[in-house]
């Protein structure tokens, strides 16, 4: 199981960025999948969650309104969209997968991850 992140960057207060998370060794649509964060000196904070063949999505306060997370079964790819980035947005950004049917919120419920990907807000 191999997940790799890309698409973080350097981007204005205000802006966009599309997250990717290429899989292999397994389906997407038979894990259940999960963006997270981690800020310098903070643990790791889920954004967006989505659960197996993508019945069930969701999002905490963090991702709310600004966030949204997709697949391509096609592409075996996780997305995630977001919108209207702030300073406070800044951080690693990880995606995430469990064997799991139904969302699953805590990073320590996750046994496999990507490297992560830098996402740089500045004001």
């Known amino acids: 199981v191999q997940l790799v992140e890309s698409g973080g960057g350097l981007v204005q207060s205000g802006g966009s960025l599309r997250l990717s998370c290429l899989a292999s060794?397994?389906?997407?649509?038979?894990?259940?999948i999960g963006w997270f964060r981690q800020k310098p000196g903070k643990e790791r904070e889920g954004v967006a969650y989505?659960?197996?063949?993508?019945?069930?999505?969701w999002y905490p306060d963090s991702g709310k309104g600004r966030f949204t997370i997709s697949s391509d079964r096609a592409k075996n790819s996780v997305y995630l969209q977001m919108n209207d980035l702030q300073p406070e947005d800044t951080a690693v950004y990880y995606c995430?997968?469990?064997?799991?049917?139904?969302?699953?919120?805590?990073?320590?419920?996750?046994?496999?991850w990507g490297q992560g990907t830098q996402v740089t807000v500045f004001s």
């Open positions: 995430a997968a469990v064997r799991s049917v139904s969302i699953l919120t805590r990073a320590s419920d996750y046994p496999y």
């Open positions: 060794g397994f389906r997407v649509d038979d894990y259940a």
């Open positions: 989505m659960s197996k063949y993508d019945d069930e999505i």
